[in-house]
Structures are given as structure tokens and as C-alpha cells.
């Protein structure tokens, strides 16, 4: 019997868009970390954000890339319907408690505390709920109401910016793409966007026209990089080399690559498997890995990396000390843990050897990738920092290292003690 929780997501999205602007450095609200962190929980069949998208023009096009059903709740007349929008989704999330018994839980993504009876209705009537929200916007009220509580800022892929770089002086040129990939970046250093203002604000004043602003690439998990032998060297080979060539070209390749790219294979295996190991009180088998790969990425295929089979990524990550394997309840479907988790002194000693390493310094852009070239499950919000940038300066005050500002290159610079 299927025992897989299907989850249904509302999102009260003015009060997630508000609130990150509001209370992340003026950082741009992303839905992927929560469909990450959701993937690791169950299956997801509904996905529903409810706003006057006439004031999200650019968040829109990032969640219809993630498949969110859109309801308009249109504000006219400078009248402001501040409520339309929630009773709309308490409405909806009633009717499809009643109507759709297979739906199991309840994500609820709102710091408001209008929704607690909400709530406790869906509690009475046997659904798991789950809410999301950012953590200085969040009514005290909510979380215990809920079974469990997510905060946005401290979901893996969310960087905040640091509070010092929000009152520091705008620098040009680059700016990291803070939109919750998980590739590291500057930690976190994302690019303010133009304030957005709440229908209850544009009521009461006449809106400015607005120029057309590029639209984000947002955070995809589809992306890889596909490498396939030449079919004269696949024919006479054995299957075992062309496997190994294949990831260790990946990682070298990786090392030229943009601070903002994806992360790597290794790295998306060794962060769900550190989500799953948190959300289950039991263990993790190579299947339900497996599957959660592929909630995250439906496109997800071992052999787009050489593979042919997930179990021989599963030994070759095992080789290479990545991943554990011992046996599981059925043959062929061992259970996968990660290795013995590093404490903070042991990751600041990482980090000094990966600068030692880069000849002694190197720049913040960039580094959290290199970092996890070692150690693919690394993770600084797991050591209990909001950003790479908070763990860096982690390091410098234990004397890991050095960290200072550097002009010329417009970021952070990093020294080896």
C-alpha cells in the first residue's frame, strides 16, 4: 500500500513577498527552497499562490516556472481588498479538505495568525499541516498551531544578506544572484529589487510607470551538463571507465564555472540526503533517494551522468567516502546516510585549507563551491549561520582566517592563517 504524504501548498504570496523584502535585506522571494524542502516530505499535487500578480509581475513568471497555479484576487478602483485574498484560500483549502480525501497535509505559506483557525479546523478534521514563513514577519501565534513550521530565511538555498552590507555603500559590477540556489555565491549577497508595493499602499497613491525590468533566470533544477563519449571510444571501452571520466570531468569543469551555476550532482544528492535524514525518524533507502531526486527534478536521469544503474552512483559516491552504504530491507535497495557530520571547528578548518589550497587567498564569489568540491554535504545554515558570509566571518573570529574587503576586486577577500 502507497503510504506517500500528497501534499497540497497554498501561498499567501503578498505577505512572503513583503516580508522578504522587508526583513531579508530587500532580497527577492523565491519558491524554490520551499519545493525543495517540501520534496523531502512527500508529493506535492497542488500548488496554488494568491495575490493581485499586477504587483508581481516578474514573481509570477518564477512560479509559473514551478508549476504554481496563479488566482487572481484584482484590486480596482483604488479600493483595497485586503482580505480577498485570504478568505479566497481559507475557502479553497475547506472545500479541497472536504472533497479530496487523498491530500494528507496542509502547507500553508503565511506568516499572518488570521490563519490559525484555519489551521486548527484542517487539525480537527485529520490533516497534517505544515507552515511556511518568513521568521521577522511570522505571528508568534502561528507556528505552534501548526505541526510543523518552516522559516524561509533558514531553508537550505535561501542566502540573507548580511545586515552590514544593507547599510554599506552601493557597490557596481557584480552582484550575487540571491534567489535561493545552492550554489553558494557570495553568500548570499543578492541584488535589491525595486520595491514592491502592497495593494493597500498603490490604493492610496497613483502608480508610478514602471520600466520594464529583466526577467530573473530564477532557480531551475534541470540543468546538467551532458557528456557523452565519442561512440568509437564507448564501443571498445569497458562501461566502468567512461563512468568514472564522466563525474571527475564534471568536477574539474565545475572549477571554471560561475559562482551562480547549479550545484553540482554530488552536491544535490548529499543535500536531500541531509534533508530526508532530518524529516524521517527512519532510514534512508537508495529508493526513496531516488524518488525525491526526482520530485525535485522530474527530468532526473543516473544516466545523463554516465551511470546505469542509481545503486553504481550510489558506490561510486560510497568510494569516494560521499555517501555510506550498509544493507537494506530488500536486496538492491541499500540504505544511504551520510558520513559522521563535520563540527564547526572542523569546517573552518576546510575552509583554510581550501584558501591554503587557491595559493594562500581567495575570493568570498565562488568559494562555498569549492567548499563543497570537498565536502558535498556541507551546509553553514546545518552549523546554525544564515549565509556563507556569517560563516566566513565565523572563521576569521576563530582565527581561521583572515577576511577583509577588497576594493580592486569588489568582494570579500580571504586569507589562510
Same mark, same amino acid.
Given at each position: 500500500m502507497d503510504?506517500?504524504e500528497r501534499?497540497?501548498?497554498?501561498l499567501?504570496?503578498?505577505?512572503?513577498?513583503?516580508? @522578504?523584502?522587508?526583513?531579508?535585506?530587500g532580497?527577492q522571494?523565491?519558491?524554490?527552497?520551499? =519545493?525543495?524542502?517540501?520534496?523531502?516530505?512527500?508529493?506535492?499535487v497542488?500548488r496554488?499562490a494568491?495575490a493581485?500578480?499586477?504587483?508581481?509581475?516578474?514573481?509570477?513568471?518564477?512560479?509559473?516556472?514551478?508549476q504554481?497555479e496563479?488566482i487572481?484576487m484584482?484590486?480596482?478602483m483604488?479600493?483595497?481588498?485586503?482580505?480577498a485574498?485570504d478568505?479566497k484560500m481559507v475557502v479553497?483549502?475547506?472545500?479541497?479538505?472536504?472533497?479530496?480525501?487523498?491530500?494528507?497535509t496542509?502547507v500553508?505559506?503565511?506568516g499572518?495568525?488570521d490563519?490559525?483557525p484555519l489551521v486548527?479546523k484542517?487539525r480537527e478534521?485529520?490533516?497534517?499541516?505544515?507552515?511556511?514563513?518568513?521568521?521577522?514577519?511570522t505571528?508568534?501565534?502561528?507556528?505552534p498551531?501548526?505541526? $510543523?513550521f518552516?522559516f524561509?530565511?533558514?531553508?537550505?538555498?535561501?542566502d540573507?544578506p548580511?545586515e552590514?552590507?544593507a547599510?554599506?555603500?552601493?557597490r557596481?559590477?557584480?552582484?550575487g544572484?540571491g534567489t535561493?540556489?545552492?550554489?553558494?555565491?557570495?553568500?548570499?549577497r543578492?541584488k535589491?529589487p525595486?520595491?514592491v508595493?502592497?495593494p493597500?499602499e498603490a490604493? $492610496?497613491?497613483p502608480?508610478?510607470? $514602471?520600466e520594464p525590468?529583466?526577467a530573473t533566470?530564477g532557480?531551475?533544477s534541470g540543468?546538467?551538463?551532458?557528456r557523452?563519449?565519442p @561512440? !568509437?571510444?564507448? =564501443?571498445?571501452e569497458?562501461?566502468?571507465e567512461?563512468?568514472e571520466s564522466v563525474v571527475?570531468?564534471?568536477?574539474?569543469?565545475?572549477?571554471?564555472?560561475? !559562482?551562480g551555476?547549479d550545484?553540482t550532482?554530488e552536491?544535490?544528492v548529499?543535500?536531500?540526503l !541531509?534533508?530526508?535524514?532530518?524529516s524521517t525518524?527512519?532510514?534512508?533507502? =537508495?529508493?526513496m533517494l531516488k524518488r525525491?531526486?526526482?520530485?525535485k527534478?522530474?527530468?532526473?536521469s543516473e544516466s545523463?551522468?554516465g551511470f546505469r544503474?542509481?545503486?553504481e552512483?550510489l558506490r561510486f559516491?560510497?568510494?569516494?567516502?560521499?555517501?555510506?552504504l550498509?544493507?537494506?530491507?530488500?536486496a538492491?535497495?541499500p540504505?544511504?546516510?551520510?558520513? =559522521?557530520q563535520?563540527d564547526? $571547528?572542523g569546517?573552518?578548518?576546510?575552509l583554510?585549507?581550501?584558501?591554503?589550497?587557491?595559493g594562500?587567498?581567495?575570493?568570498?564569489?565562488?568559494?562555498k563551491?569549492?567548499v563543497?568540491?570537498?565536502?558535498?554535504?556541507f551546509?553553514?545554515?546545518?552549523?546554525?549561520y544564515?549565509?556563507?558570509?556569517?560563516f @566566513?566571518?565565523g572563521?576569521a573570529a576563530a582565527?581561521?582566517v583572515a577576511?577583509?574587503w577588497?576594493?580592486?576586486?569588489d568582494d570579500?577577500?580571504?586569507?589562510?592563517?
Amino acid at each position: 500500500m502507497d503510504t506517500e504524504e500528497r501534499l497540497a501548498v497554498f501561498l499567501d504570496y503578498e505577505n512572503l513577498a513583503l516580508g @522578504a523584502r522587508d526583513h531579508l535585506g530587500g532580497m527577492q522571494f523565491d519558491f524554490k527552497p520551499i =519545493a525543495d524542502a517540501l520534496a523531502v516530505r512527500g508529493r506535492v499535487v497542488v500548488r496554488r499562490a494568491y495575490a493581485d500578480w499586477s504587483y508581481f509581475d516578474e514573481d509570477r513568471r518564477m512560479l509559473t516556472r514551478h508549476q504554481v497555479e496563479l488566482i487572481e484576487m484584482t484590486q480596482r478602483m483604488g479600493a483595497s481588498r485586503k482580505n480577498a485574498a485570504d478568505i479566497k484560500m481559507v475557502v479553497d483549502a475547506i472545500e479541497m479538505a472536504f472533497e479530496r480525501e487523498y491530500i494528507t497535509t496542509f502547507v500553508m505559506c503565511t506568516g499572518d495568525s488570521d490563519f490559525s483557525p484555519l489551521v486548527h479546523k484542517l487539525r480537527e478534521l485529520d490533516k497534517k499541516v505544515i507552515g511556511v514563513g518568513v521568521e521577522n514577519s511570522t505571528s508568534r501565534l502561528l507556528p505552534p498551531a501548526c505541526d $510543523e513550521f518552516l522559516f524561509y530565511d533558514r531553508l537550505e538555498g535561501v542566502d540573507v544578506p548580511d545586515e552590514s552590507e544593507a547599510s554599506a555603500p552601493k557597490r557596481s559590477g557584480r552582484g550575487g544572484k540571491g534567489t535561493g540556489r545552492s550554489g553558494g555565491g557570495r553568500g548570499g549577497r543578492a541584488k535589491t529589487p525595486a520595491p514592491v508595493e502592497s495593494p493597500a499602499e498603490a490604493a $492610496e497613491t497613483p502608480a508610478p510607470a $514602471e520600466e520594464p525590468a529583466p526577467a530573473t533566470s530564477g532557480a531551475t533544477s534541470g540543468t546538467r551538463r551532458r557528456r557523452k563519449a565519442p @561512440a !568509437a571510444e564507448a =564501443a571498445v571501452e569497458p562501461a566502468a571507465e567512461p563512468v568514472e571520466s564522466v563525474v571527475e570531468t564534471d568536477l574539474e569543469q565545475e572549477d571554471a564555472a560561475p !559562482a551562480g551555476e547549479d550545484a553540482t550532482m554530488e552536491v544535490r544528492v548529499a543535500q536531500t540526503l !541531509a534533508d530526508l535524514q532530518a524529516s524521517t525518524s527512519g532510514s534512508v533507502t =537508495a529508493s526513496m533517494l531516488k524518488r525525491t531526486l526526482v520530485r525535485k527534478d522530474p527530468t532526473f536521469s543516473e544516466s545523463d551522468y554516465g551511470f546505469r544503474t542509481f545503486g553504481e552512483f550510489l558506490r561510486f559516491l560510497a568510494d569516494r567516502d560521499f555517501v555510506v552504504l550498509s544493507d537494506g530491507p530488500s536486496a538492491g535497495d541499500p540504505e544511504v546516510a551520510l558520513p =559522521a557530520q563535520q563540527d564547526t $571547528e572542523g569546517a573552518f578548518d576546510l575552509l583554510r585549507q581550501v584558501v591554503r589550497d587557491a595559493g594562500g587567498s581567495a575570493p568570498l564569489s565562488g568559494l562555498k563551491n569549492e567548499v563543497r568540491k570537498r565536502r558535498p554535504d556541507f551546509s553553514e545554515k546545518a552549523l546554525g549561520y544564515r549565509g556563507f558570509l556569517q560563516f @566566513a566571518k565565523g572563521a576569521a573570529a576563530a582565527g581561521a582566517v583572515a577576511l577583509a574587503w577588497d576594493d580592486d576586486a569588489d568582494d570579500y577577500l580571504l586569507t589562510a592563517s
